[in-house]
């Protein structure tokens, strides 16, 4: 196997990969992407909503009022100190993606637009291009880390296992590229895990196909400690279509801008169950919206535009009004049909506020990685936000000259662990490739009925049944035959981390609702896993 060496090397190219290896080129650290489709394809590019952020010229907003809210769409499970943090640092790094050339939407006095969602107190939310707020973060950053010679990029490669030592050192990896059916050891100084989120885990997701937790998965494998997994983020409104997989998402601005939500009925519903409303926290309106369609007996609730000036949803929502024509929709005359989606992955592998994990020269960012800022539900287009706060200060820490790099020279002769990783992914066994459609599909819909919105004891039982079943049927835990069997490797390992979390969780808090358990306990507490236990 062809054996690399290299300074730094990034896993993923959403926001938080690509502001993390510009900063390292920033001080010359020279940086290796790898990616597993092309350089733009990630959750970061469907981002609509914005990114939250307090800004000077917002008046109305303060650190306070930020923290605030974070705190108690969190549940109680939101770390304060982070939440303080991070939002110190949005107007720096925001001004900082201006600088690098993004333009977020302003008005006839070229005042910045702040835009509102669920659970923000006041408007703070920076848009781009009206709705395609992420495709235009990701097109700045992509032409920066293009024309950046500090930068390579291996574009359709997978990373596929970590190579830590017995001290606990991440010393590389094994990336997989399928075109060629090769395979490559790195071994590098530092590894930055930015590999997002795994939706691709239920069968009702607003996120691509990208997402199917490879990074947490790998990490775990390695001995990270992994934290809050059973803390799903389901979206209420992910758009009705024709079609199976991925579901194009109606961003909650919409409804910040005035939309309402609608019954089969014609009737607004969501006051019956929080009196927020429309705009509570995310936790709270997808479960009005789970319960309604069961009180109704209906499969979708509508998104009424009306109450929105005409020439404002032109200016707003230009690609959602796009999609919907395309899928025979008129978003600005008729009832637009929603229903919720599995849409964010509040757990991750457990960071520090430099991305570190528990294993040395191992980092994790962005929606792979828990920070705790989120705690039990996310506050609305504070991911964005918190991928490149800790993208830059994960950047600062390996560029600091403290930081301890890896003797790279020695690591095979001084680490045979790692060699036999690397024997191991060397040997040519026969291939034998399954067909997993079915398999897969099994493992959606599993997810989705039992470990869901609503879970209980007999429902989660039934979903680690299910996995334990899949899992001996696909046999694979080490090597496998393409980047289907990977990816599938990956989801039943985040699905089992998913499942095992919720059972554990015996109450129900933020997006971990257990109908067996309605109320939340009276202390919170995070929930840890780590391979082994
Ligand atoms: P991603 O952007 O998902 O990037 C992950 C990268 O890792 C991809 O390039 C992928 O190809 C690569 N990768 C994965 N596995 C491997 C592997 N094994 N080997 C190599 N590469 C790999 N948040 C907000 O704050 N505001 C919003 O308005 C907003 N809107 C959203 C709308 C949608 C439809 C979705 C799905 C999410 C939205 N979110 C929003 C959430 C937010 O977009 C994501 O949490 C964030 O973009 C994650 O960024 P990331 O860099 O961590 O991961
Ligand atoms: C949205 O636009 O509704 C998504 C925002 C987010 O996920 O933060």
């Known amino acids: 196997m062809n054996i690399l060496k290299q300074e730094v090397t990034i896993i993923g190219s959403g926001i938080a990969g690509l502001y993390a290896a510009i900063k390292l080129a920033e001080q010359n650290k020279k940086v290796l992407i790898i990616t597993k489709s092309a350089l733009s394809e990630s959750n970061t ?7 939250a952020g307090v800004l000077p010229e917002n008046k109305l907003d303060s650190i306070e009022l930020h923290v605030k809210d974070t705190l108690k769409a969190g549940a109680g499970l939101s770390n304060k100190e982070m939440a303080e943090f991070i939002s110190e640092k949005s107007a720096s790094v925001i001004n ?35 709705d395609v707020t992420g495709r235009n973060m990701e097109t700045t950053l992509h032409n920066l880390v293009q024309n950046n010679t500090n930068i390579s990029i291996k574009r359709y490669t997978n990373a596929v296992e ?24 790195i071994i590098s100084n530092a590894v930055i895990i930015a590999t997002g989120g795994a939706g691709q885990v239920y069968s009702n997701t607003t996120n691509p196909s990208i997402a199917t937790g490879d990074g947490l998965a790998i990490a775990y494998k390695a001995g990270a400690i992994i934290q809050d997994m059973e803390f799903i983020q389901f979206h209420p409104t992910a758009l009705c279509q024709n079609q199976d997989g991925s579901r194009f998402l109606i961003s909650e601005a919409v409804r910040g801008e005035g939309a309402v939500l609608k019954n089969k009925n014609n009737e607004t519903f969501t006051n019956k169950y929080d009196k927020r409303g429309d705009l509570a926290p995310r936790d709270v309106v997808t479960r009005a919206i789970f319960w309604e369609l069961q009180k109704t007996d209906s499969e979708r609730i509508y998104l009424d535009t009306s109450p929105i000036p005409e020439d404002k949803i032109k200016q707003r929502f230009p690609g959602i009004i796009k999609t919907c024509k395309e899928n025979d929709i008129d978003f600005i005359h008729s009832l637009v049909p929603v229903s919720p989606a599995a849409h964010y992955l509040m757990g991750g592998i457990k960071v ?35 991928c490149i706060v800790i993208a830059n200060e994960a950047a600062s820490f390996i560029n600091n000259t403290n930081f301890k790099p890896i003797e790279i020279n020695n690591i095979i002769d001084n680490y045979p662990e ?3 990783i690397i024997q191991e992914y060397s040997t040519n066994k026969t291939k034998k490739t399954l067909n997993l459609s079915e398999l897969t599909l099994k493992l959606k819909d599993t997810m989705w009925h039992n470990a869901g919105i609503v879970r209980n004891q007999e429902k989660l039982t039934t979903a680690l049944n299910d996995i334990k079943e899949l899992k001996t049927k696909f046999n694979k835990t080490f090597k496998c ?50 391979k082994g236990e």
Not at 166 to 176: A, Q
Not at 353 to 375: M, P, Q, R
Not at 497 to 523: C, M, N, Q, T, W
Request: hydrophobic share 35%.
């Open 45 to 51: 590019r469907y981002a609509q909503g914005g990114i």
């Open 96 to 130: 900082d993606l201006i600088n690098y050339g993004l333009s977020f939407d302003r008005d006839n006095n070229n005042n910045l637009c702040f835009g509102l969602e669920g659970a923000h107190s006041v408007k703070r939310i920076l848009h781009s291009g009206g």
């Open 162 to 185: 970590l190579l830590v030592s017995s001290d606990n050192t991440c010393n590389g990896l094994i990336i997989y590229d399928e075109k060629s059916d090769n395979y490559e050891a």
């Open 352 to 386: 520090n506020k430099e991305g570190l994990t528990n294993i040395n020269n191992l980092f994790a960012i962005g929606e792979t990685s828990c920070s705790s800022l989120h705690g039990a539900n996310r506050l609305a287009s504070n991911s964005l936000l918190e």
């Open 418 to 420: 790692i060699n036999n």
């Open 481 to 530: 035959a393409n980047e289907e069997e990977y990816e599938f490797r990956n989801l039943l390992i985040v699905a089992e981390l998913i499942v095992k979390s919720a059972l554990l969780r015996k109450e129900s808090r933020g997006a971990h609702f257990r109908d067996d358990y309605p109320e939340p306990d009276s202390i919170a507490k995070h929930s840890y896993i780590q």
